[in-house]
């Protein structure tokens, strides 16, 4: 996987109706997968996201078209065999790097009974439809809403970059945004460890962690150690 990131001025995206070609060509294999992926976790659950049906990168702008999915498709997409269909999907996702004011970055390690278990991420979530108004994306109230979610955080208390980093890998693209809070990564960390370990949280993470420029672990996936790679902090 790469471990680039482009930068953009903006990213957009429409949600348009109708089955995406990609469920309709494999309604069977994704049974299949969803069927196997529930026996290993049973707490999975088969709501409603989106997958994208087409997209591009031009004059510095993301764009893409998507359709709204069962989550099994996007699981389907992201772990079972590609195969030689025809049709094609891009998952993409906001994820919001949220940054300390002594500059750590503040990532999130999955509760064991999601589907990225054990996984060191921004705190973020699956477009779904609620993130779009009149059929355009909302990607800053997308990520406003996982992180006060996942951790209490309000990322309007934060200082939003402009425009995003991409991070492109086999069928799968991550647009983030970097957030600054005033308070350290302890104070941070303790705030949103309190949350998750409340009643309020929605037991998404399980753990709070804090990085400086340099540090990586083996449990973050490609965007989360690109981004590491060229933050300075």
């Known amino acids: 996987m790469s471990n680039e990131v482009l930068h953009l001025s903006n990213a957009q995206a429409i949600l348009v109706k109708g089955l995406h070609p990609f469920e ?12 196997r992926l529930q026996a290993e976790n ?31 498709t996007l699981l389907h997409w992201l772990k079972g065999p590609k195969g030689d269909g025809r049709a094609v999907a891009l998952h993409f996702y906001a994820a919001p790097a949220i940054i300390s004011g002594d500059g750590k970055a503040i990532m999130g390690r999955m509760a064991a009974h999601t589907a ?25 109230g997308n990520m406003r809403r996982e992180v006060l979610e996942e951790t209490g955080l309000d990322l309007n208390d934060a200082r939003a970059s402009q425009g995003y980093l991409l991070w492109q890998g086999r069928g ?5 945004r970097e ?24 037991g998404e993470l399980e753990d709070i962690m804090a990085f400086g420029p340099g540090e990586t672990d083996l449990a973050m996936p490609g965007p989360m150690r690109a981004w590491l790679a060229q933050f300075e902090g």
């Open 24 to 35: 309709v060509e494999n309604h069977d294999a994704i049974a299949v997968t969803w069927q």
């Open 42 to 72: 049973p707490a999975l659950y088969n709501g409603r996201t989106v997958l994208a049906e087409s997209w591009s990168v031009h004059d510095g702008v993301f764009s893409a078209v998507c359709r709204e999915v069962d989550y099994a």
């Open 116 to 140: 990225n278990a054990g996984g060191i991420y921004f705190p973020s979530g699956s477009m779904e439809r609620e993130d779009f108004t009149n059929g355009m994306a909302d990607f800053a």
């Open 172 to 176: 799968v693209a991550a647009l983030i």
């Open 179 to 202: 957030y600054r809070f005033e308070e350290t990564a302890e104070t941070l960390r303790r705030k949103m460890l309190d949350f998750c370990r409340s009643e309020k949280s929605d």
